[in-house]
């Protein structure tokens, strides 16, 4: 194992991330407090408000590294993170622009028409335009190169038909970024032929139909492609690069701090009515809790600061991951030591409402963006164990 290391650089934060940590934090506090929003776990996946993507928007925090000709701000990857964290820590209902502005805005400008950047990326920044993600299909999911959806080429387009699976948030989106087979693989190139796609989610023979969770939240879709026309304009890069582009966007999807803080609210809310003293049992889970916090936050940061700097950090987005899933799912079993085993929803209270759906929701960490198998792969390929 000598020799294997891995690059998390610690990022220069200067005083305007600082300024507009305060600024983000301020709003949030001032929102909870006039009601704006009710505090959920789980934010990412689970709080759609549109209303409120609005008003982010309208402070200019969506799409905020993106050129101000296509509605962004010209800011680092570093003045995004904080915002997301900020978001993330107060339980924010952010899921409608949550993958627009961390995966599909950034994949539009890389590999999207000037049409889509200039219509698209604007609305996306304003808030008011989500997109979901069509990778997974009932038979691909970890092997997503056996993907069975298929774009045929005709006149002035292509045909898309088939069935994508757990497409988060599709019923409050516009588009589909949809992975396609677009030529038959080749023996020894499956990831040959696929095309990525920009599909206009209110297209004649597009149907989503949502799947309850078990959180009782309709937060994911199967969504149905039947000979749907999309236009030559609508390939997102080069036709039959598409696998190109999903590895080169993992690193965005993997690596942010919605990686780890997934449950965080629950430990806000355990801390502040924390009104007896801790135990040494408590106060020893909790400092477990927020040290592991701390060495997740160095290292997603360190990704940002790579993402940055132009790099491709792939490696290092699926350690942050892999060890970030398995910390907020372990942060609510921590969490059950303070309260009742069973936590239960609709008391009235914010805590037993966010430790309740936490432990619902808490499996899914671990399979959504990749399965941590997986991801152990992709970790021990990059330091050369396989
Ligand atoms: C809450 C949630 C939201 C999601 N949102 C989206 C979305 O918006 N868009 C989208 O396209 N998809 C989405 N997904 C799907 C997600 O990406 C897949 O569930 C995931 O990639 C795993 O695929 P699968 O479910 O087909 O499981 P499978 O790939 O069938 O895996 C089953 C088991 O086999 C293991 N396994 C598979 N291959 C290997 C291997 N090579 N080595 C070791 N073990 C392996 C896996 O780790 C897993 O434990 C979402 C999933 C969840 C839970």
């Given at each position: 194992?000598?020799?294997i290391?891995?690059n998390?650089?610690?990022?220069?934060?200067?005083?305007?991330?600082?300024?507009?940590?305060n600024?983000?934090?301020?709003?949030?506090?001032?929102?909870?407090?006039?009601?704006?929003?009710?505090?959920?776990?789980?934010?990412?996946?689970?709080?759609?408000?549109?209303?409120?993507?609005?008003?982010?928007?309208?402070?200019?925090?969506?799409g905020?590294?993106?050129?101000?000709?296509?509605?962004?701000?010209?800011?680092?990857?570093?003045?995004?993170?904080?915002?997301?964290?900020?978001?993330?820590?107060?339980?924010a209902p952010?899921?409608?622009?949550?993958?627009?502005d961390?995966?599909?805005?950034?994949?539009?400008?890389?590999s999207?028409?000037?049409?889509?950047?200039?219509?698209?990326?604007?609305?996306?920044?304003?808030?008011?335009?989500?997109?979901?993600l069509g990778?997974?299909e009932?038979?691909?999911?970890?092997?997503?190169?056996?993907?069975?959806?298929?774009?045929?080429?005709?006149?002035?387009?292509?045909?898309i038909?088939?069935?994508k699976?757990?497409?988060?948030?599709?019923?409050?989106?516009?588009?589909?970024?949809?992975?396609?087979?677009?030529?038959?693989?080749?023996?020894?190139?499956?990831h040959?032929?696929?095309?990525?796609?920009l599909?206009?989610?209110?297209s004649?023979?597009?149907?989503?139909?949502?799947?309850?969770?078990?959180?009782?939240?309709?937060?994911?879709?199967?969504?149905?492609?039947?000979?749907?026309?999309?236009?030559?304009?609508?390939?997102?890069?080069?036709?039959?690069?598409?696998?190109?582009?999903?590895?080169?966007?993992?690193?965005?999807?993997?690596?942010?701090?919605?990686?780890?803080?997934?449950?965080?609210?629950?430990?806000?809310?355990?801390?502040?009515?924390?009104?007896?003293?801790l135990t040494?049992?408590?106060?020893t889970?909790?400092?477990?809790i927020?040290?592991?916090?701390?060495?997740l936050?160095?290292?997603?940061?360190?990704?940002?600061?790579?993402?940055?700097?132009?790099?491709?950090?792939?490696?290092?987005?699926?350690?942050?991951?892999?060890?970030?899933?398995?910390?907020?799912?372990?942060?609510?079993?921590?969490?059950r030591?303070?309260?009742p085993?069973l936590?239960?929803r609709?008391?009235?209270?914010l805590?037993?409402?966010?430790?309740?759906?936490?432990?619902l929701?808490q499996?899914?960490?671990?399979?959504?963006?990749?399965?941590?198998?997986?991801?152990?792969?992709?970790?021990?390929?990059?330091?050369?164990?396989?």
């Amino acid at each position: 194992m000598a020799g294997i290391r891995f690059n998390f650089p610690a990022p220069e934060i200067d005083q305007s991330i600082n300024e507009l940590r305060n600024e983000v934090r301020a709003f949030l506090h001032e929102e909870i407090r006039g009601g704006g929003f009710v505090p959920v776990a789980d934010c990412w996946c689970a709080g759609v408000d549109r209303n409120f993507s609005r008003k982010l928007g309208q402070k200019g925090w969506i799409g905020v590294t993106w050129p101000r000709e296509y509605g962004g701000q010209e800011l680092s990857a570093l003045h995004r993170y904080v915002i997301t964290e900020e978001l993330l820590a107060v339980g924010a209902p952010v899921h409608a622009h949550w993958i627009a502005d961390r995966q599909s805005g950034p994949l539009i400008l890389a590999s999207g028409t000037e049409d889509m950047k200039r219509n698209i990326l604007p609305r996306i920044a304003a808030g008011e335009c989500f997109v979901a993600l069509g990778l997974s299909e009932p038979e691909a999911g970890s092997d997503l190169a056996s993907v069975k959806t298929r774009a045929r080429k005709v006149d002035g387009g292509w045909e898309i038909t088939g069935t994508k699976l757990w497409s988060s948030g599709a019923q409050h989106c516009q588009y589909m970024t949809v992975l396609a087979r677009t030529s038959d693989p080749v023996e020894g190139s499956r990831h040959e032929g696929l095309t990525q796609f920009l599909v206009p989610l209110d297209s004649r023979g597009v149907t989503i139909s949502g799947i309850r969770d078990m959180s009782g939240v309709e937060h994911f879709n199967e969504s149905h492609f039947e000979s749907v026309f999309v236009a030559d304009d609508s390939v997102l890069g080069q036709v039959g690069e598409g696998w190109k582009q999903i590895t080169s966007e993992l690193a965005l999807e993997r690596s942010g701090p919605e990686r780890f803080l997934s449950t965080f609210i629950a430990v806000e809310r355990v801390l502040e009515q924390a009104s007896r003293d801790l135990t040494d049992r408590e106060a020893t889970v909790l400092g477990g809790i927020v040290a592991r916090v701390r060495a997740l936050r160095a290292m997603s940061l360190g990704v940002a600061a790579l993402l940055e700097e132009g790099k491709s950090p792939d490696v290092e987005a699926a350690l942050v991951k892999d060890l970030g899933t398995r910390f907020e799912q372990d942060v609510v079993e921590r969490l059950r030591e303070f309260g009742p085993i069973l936590w239960k929803r609709g008391s009235g209270d914010l805590l037993d409402d966010v430790m309740a759906d936490s432990l619902l929701r808490q499996p899914s960490f671990t399979l959504r963006g990749g399965t941590n198998e997986v991801l152990k792969g992709i970790v021990a390929r990059g330091i050369g164990l396989r």
